[in-house]
């Protein structure tokens, strides 16, 4: 008799070691502190308008002179470091709202903030294109363009 209990002694022991820890110690969820990701209601921006999508510039040169060369069946891979060299050259020397007011001669939509944000953005068939020119303060021109497709071809 002497020897089961001696046995049961150390397996109670460990059952209630296994208890308390799958128990947690106590500390509920709710007195961790505030949530990492607070709830702002009403601070994201709304959505585009219906309307607001962008033609489709020139294949070639749009009426404020950007020349938009062949972008339909370009690799993004070339175009986008050759339309960049285009805009840095384009827009050496000049001021953001002197290359806002260009940009949007030649179709983009820009915002000036803390930076200068213009693009271009359409859907063509299944692929979404984004021309973009950014200038932030301080900063060099970066300029691009992007395609992504929906869909295996």
Known sequence: MKT???LLAPLLAALSLVAACASGGGASDTEAGPSPFPVERGSAPPPPALGAAHAAPPEGE??????FGQWRNADPALYAPAFQNQMRTRFAARSSAQIAADLEANGFACENGAQLDCRIEIMERQCAKDWYVVVERGSELVAGFDVMCLGAR
């Open 4 to 6: 089961q209990t001696s």
């Open 62 to 67: 749009a009426p404020g002179g950007i020349d």
